[in-house]
């Protein structure tokens, strides 16, 4: 069964400090690795999309990461704003594209 | 987010009701897709459709049934809700024509609650 597992499930942070979110993948095969933000009471709305050549895709702050041999990707998150507080949601793509496994997400709380 | 509306926003029902969730967009997108989020896990797929004459069962569609209406709009129903149904429900869009990435637009939400 394919799955997606997020790590930390939650991380409280201080504003302006660096975090990693990780995500471990079992999805096979592989087409492509998205990172969401979903902020409290709103869907989610896509940050960055890699595919299998892809090893490093950044948006502002944001760069993604990605380790299609060892099915693992991270989202860093620079200079941290209380803005950043949400839900960070990894999530795989199967092969044709039709089937998408989503993590169940890191909470990550922004204080100032 | 406001080009993927649903309604209600938020809807509160008794056991054996039949409910009926809505989504429209304006982005002009083929796929729809609904959604369901619970506590501590990953949104799970109930039905998705690739134009209005193509719906097909996601992961979780026991208990659901879907309505492609127009290109723009797909409902959800719930024929006799039970309580483990109490979820937070989204629809999603996508293009076709960006089929390699397929980045899905979400609405907002709708939190039902079956007493």
């Known amino acids: 069964k394919n799955q997606v597992e997020q790590s930390p499930q939650s991380l409280i942070i201080l504003e302006g400090k660096n975090c990693t979110l990780q995500c471990n993948y079992t999805v096979s095969p592989f087409s492509n690795l998205r990172w969401y933000k979903q902020d409290t009471g709103r869907g989610p709305v896509s940050l960055t999309i890699m595919t299998f050549s892809e090893n490093t895709k950044s948006n502002g702050r944001y760069t993604a990461t990605l380790d299609a041999d060892t099915k693992q990707s991270s989202l860093h998150i620079t200079a941290s704003q209380l803005s950043d507080s949400a839900s960070y949601i990894c999530v795989v793509s199967e092969g044709s594209a039709r089937q998408l496994t989503f993590g169940s997400g890191t909470q990550l709380t922004v204080l100032p | 987010d406001a080009d993927v509306t649903q309604t209600p926003r938020n809807r509160i029902t008794k056991t054996g009701k039949r409910i009926m969730l809505e989504c429209s967009q304006t982005?002009?997108?083929?796929?729809m897709y609904w959604y369901r989020q619970d506590p501590g896990l990953g949104l799970r797929l109930i039905y998705y459709?690739?134009?209005?004459?193509?719906?097909n069962k996601g992961e979780i569609s026991d208990g659901y049934s879907v309505s492609r209406q127009a290109q723009a709009k797909f409902s959800l129903s719930l024929e006799s809700a039970i309580p483990n149904q109490t979820a937070l429900y989204f629809c999603?869009?996508?293009?076709?024509?960006?089929?390699?990435?397929?980045?899905?637009?979400f609405g907002p939400g709708t939190r039902l609650t079956v007493l």
């Open positions: 982005k002009g997108h083929d796929r």
């Open positions: 999603a869009t996508s293009d076709p024509k960006l089929a390699s990435t397929d980045t899905q637009y």
């Open positions: 459709s690739f134009d209005v004459k193509d719906i």
